[in-house]
């Protein structure tokens, strides 16, 4: 990144804490945390039952149920849905960026629409368009290099105004919305009993997704929790760390496709929703992971205060997941290369991720104990392994 961009994206940092602030001493939102903790917890240990429990409740829901070990069976899973497309459209989603979905599309010449504003900035953005936030991908970028990338792709010219861009962005997505009939979305978390899946957004956008032919919806086994209740307080809780707010403006819950039986009683499928709904649930390396790793519940609220992610931003972190919990993650989802080119060892192992977390996920410990597994397997930095060569012959690092 950029040093303008760090600088923008440090003031976007400052702005969204000052806005939670009031928020996470809010009596019910510490009651929340101490509840969510608790369902993150116990869910991981269960995952492969739940699985199978998810698995039968979604085929009885009149869902697909599809199952990914890794990010190519998955990816294999999405072209096989969408091969005689020539446009999908797709909501924000780490678990769609951990598998280069987008880049995938564009081999396969299948061009996708990015509805989510922050991610259609960075897709429309031509050079570095890694995200810097889970939620507000394009918080480092000022609104007038927003304009510029705007108007450069989209060949009108915006005023450097956030309403501007947000009409003129919306009035193209929808434009392009009138052709597709397939829309790509997450979850934030899954209901097995019910075999339901949860998902919040702000603007709307997934609603529209929702409502297209096919929806399919990737998620992580990592997501599932065992009841509804369980996962709406989940995605509460995220929802008040990431943006301040006590609710988004939208919690989808989706469990079936789209019907009625308002003739007779008789159910007719194909109302206004989508005809077919399929849930690809991923492993990816999930189960491989230290349990404490699952926790997460995608806030961000760790980078925020992260002294590292401060000063490097993305280059701090994995794909979408960013900061030191993504380098974690980078362990189990590739290997322990990408673990190291991701930053294992530019963490500080100071800890206030772990204070600011909302499931207190222990990233500097995970952190510590992945770089103790990558020294025993020879995979340490090699600038480490010649100092400590030296330390032991010369007993100087020199
Ligand atoms: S590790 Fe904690 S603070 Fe960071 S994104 Fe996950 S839940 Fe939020």
């Known amino acids: 990144m950029k040093e303008n961009e760090l600088k923008t994206m440090r003031s976007s940092f400052k702005l969204m804490e000052e806005r939670r602030i009031d928020l996470m001493q809010d009596p019910r939102i510490i009651k929340l945390q101490e509840r969510v903790k608790n369902i993150r917890k116990e869910s991981v240990k269960k995952i492969p039952a739940m699985v199978e429990t998810a698995r039968e409740n979604f085929k009885n829901n009149g869902m697909e149920f599809l199952y990914a070990e890794d990010s190519h069976q998955a990816l294999d899973l999405i072209y096989d849905l969408i091969k005689n497309e020539k446009i999908v459209a797709k909501s924000k989603s780490n678990t769609l960026n951990e598998l280069g979905l987008s880049d995938y599309l564009k081999k396969k010449k299948i061009h996708l629409v990015e509805t989510d504003l922050g991610d259609r900035i960075i897709q429309l953005k031509v050079d570095d368009n890694k995200p810097s936030h889970p939620i507000g991908p394009a918080l480092h970028l000022k609104v007038d290099k927003i304009a510029e990338i705007i108007s450069e792709s989209l060949k009108v010219k915006v005023k450097a105004d956030p ?199 222990p990233t500097n410990e995970i952190m510590e104990k992945i770089r103790k597994e990558s020294k025993n397997t020879g995979f340490s930095p090699k600038e480490h392994l010649k100092i400590f060569k030296s330390i032991k012959k010369k007993g100087s690092p020199f």
């Open 163 to 361: 309403r501007a861009i947000m009409e003129l962005v919306r009035s193209n997505v929808l434009e392009e919305l009138k052709s597709c009939k397939i829309g790509i979305t997450g979850a934030n978390s899954v209901a097995a009993e019910d075999g339901s899946l949860i998902m919040v957004h702000n603007e709307g956008n997934i609603s529209l997704l929702s409502l297209m032919d096919t929806h399919i919806v990737v998620v992580g086994v990592d997501k599932l929790v065992e009841t509804i209740e369980d996962a709406i307080s989940v995605v509460k809780l995220e929802t008040a760390y990431a943006t301040g707010t006590a609710l988004p403006s939208y919690i989808n819950v989706i469990s079936g496709p789209s019907k009625t039986a308002d003739i007779e009683k008789k159910l007719l499928e194909d109302m206004y929703g989508a005809r077919k709904v399929v849930v690809i649930m991923l492993d990816n390396g999930r189960q491989e992971a230290l349990e404490e790793c699952l926790w997460c519940i995608g806030c961000g609220s760790c980078i925020v205060s992260c002294p590292v992610y401060n000063v490097l931003g993305n280059e701090f972190g994995y794909r979408g997941y960013l900061g030191g919990r993504g380098v974690a993650m980078s362990r189990f989802l590739q290997d322990e290369e990408t673990s190291i080119s991701s930053g294992l060892y530019m963490c500080t192992l100071c800890g206030l991720c772990t204070l600011e977390c909302p499931v207190k996920t």
